[in-house]
C-alpha cells in the first residue's frame, strides 16, 4: 500500500492551491478516501472525505472552502483548497477512511503566509 501526496507550496492568504495523491495496492474504487492534516503541535484531523459512490464530508474548518475528488480509473485523489488561511498551513495527507495506519505517507507540506 502506498499513498504518494504532492502539489503543496508556500500561497498568501486568500490564495488557492491543489493537491493531489496517488495511490497504489488498495481497492481504490471501493474504498472511501480522504485527506487528513496535522498542523503544528496538533493531532493528525481528517478534513476532507469522499465515499466510493462519490459522497463528501468536510470538518467545519474547511466546509465550504476545500473541495475533495477522485478519479477511479487513474486511483487518484484530489484536494482544491479556496481562501486559504494562516491556519491551513500544515501537512497534508491522503489515506482510507478509516486510515491504514502502517502506510501512511510523507505528505505535502501547505504554508499559508503573506
Known amino acids: 500500500v502506498q499513498f504518494v501526496e504532492s502539489g503543496g507550496g508556500l500561497v498568501q492568504p486568500g490564495g488557492s492551491l491543489k493537491v493531489s495523491c496517488a495511490t497504489s495496492?488498495?481497492?481504490?474504487?471501493?474504498?472511501?478516501m480522504a485527506w487528513y492534516r496535522q498542523t503544528e503541535g496538533n493531532r493528525r484531523e481528517l478534513i476532507a472525505r469522499?465515499?466510493?459512490?462519490?459522497?463528501?464530508n468536510y470538518a467545519d474548518s474547511v466546509k465550504g472552502r476545500f473541495t475533495i475528488s477522485r478519479t477511479n480509473a487513474e486511483k487518484t485523489v484530489d484536494l482544491q483548497m479556496n481562501n486559504l488561511k494562516f491556519e491551513d498551513t500544515g501537512l497534508y495527507y491522503c489515506n482510507t477512511d478509516p486510515p491504514q495506519d502502517l502506510d501512511w505517507g510523507q505528505g505535502t507540506q501547505v504554508t499559508v503566509s503573506s
Open positions: 495496492g488498495i481497492v481504490f474504487r471501493i474504498a472511501a
Open positions: 469522499i465515499s466510493h459512490l462519490g459522497h463528501t
